[in-house]
């Protein structure tokens, strides 16, 4: 087993030539199940599925979600745009690592800070001016690596390039949404 930094670089190589040759492999569907608990709480279930979209129940993970006291929250968990944020910073983590150990750079430190600025107004309804998302986000990678400048901006380059959630985030992703009632009758 050839290992940068804990990433096994041959099963990795492995991986991307299974996909190349077999593009099928590489499709994966996603799903979240979201339930509102009370006030602005909810909490998030994540399934193990496979490919043919199974559940296979290997895992579930769960993530809880509220608002701060300001807009009526108890802040007992984060909310959806902080999540965003912690997201972003999870996709760039496992970007630079696996692009770095493919690079044979080897890193000996990797954080990121992540901020985004959001207007209340337009999450609140009181103007339409003011979109309801964030205005900005900024993403600061600190890197401890034997790498060059060059070489760090090099990775830089491929891991925002290849980021699912940079490109969620920079382009519009088409989005279905759907009501279903469930009231019962009687």
């Not at 559940?55 to 999540?83: C, M, S, Y």
């Not at 770095?100 to 901020?115: K, T």
Request: aromatic share 6%.
């Amino acid at each position: 087993m050839t290992s940068n930094h804990g990433v096994d670089v041959e099963q990795l190589g492995h991986a991307v030539e299974a996909i190349t040759e077999d593009p099928e492999t590489g499709r994966f569907r996603f799903r979240a199940e979201t339930e509102w608990t009370d006030g602005l709480q909810c909490v998030t279930a994540i399934d193990d599925f496979d490919q043919a979209d199974e559940r296979i129940h290997t895992q579930e993970f769960q993530i809880e979600g509220d608002e701060p006291e300001q807009i009526l929250g108890k802040r007992t968990a984060p909310n959806a745009v902080e999540l965003l944020l912690a997201a972003l910073g999870s996709c760039l983590s496992v970007g630079y690592a696996a692009n770095a150990a493919a690079m044979d750079i080897e890193l000996n430190n990797l954080r990121f800070e992540l901020e985004g600025d959001v207007d209340l107004r337009g999450f609140l309804g009181i103007s339409e001016d003011v979109r309801p998302g964030y205005s900005t986000v900024t993403c600061t990678a600190y890197i401890d690596a034997d790498a060059s400048g060059e070489k760090l901006a090099e990775l830089r380059d491929r891991v925002e390039t290849t980021s699912p959630l940079m490109d969620n985030i920079m382009n519009a992703v088409p989005l279905e949404t759907d009501v279903v009632s469930e009231r019962r009758s009687g």
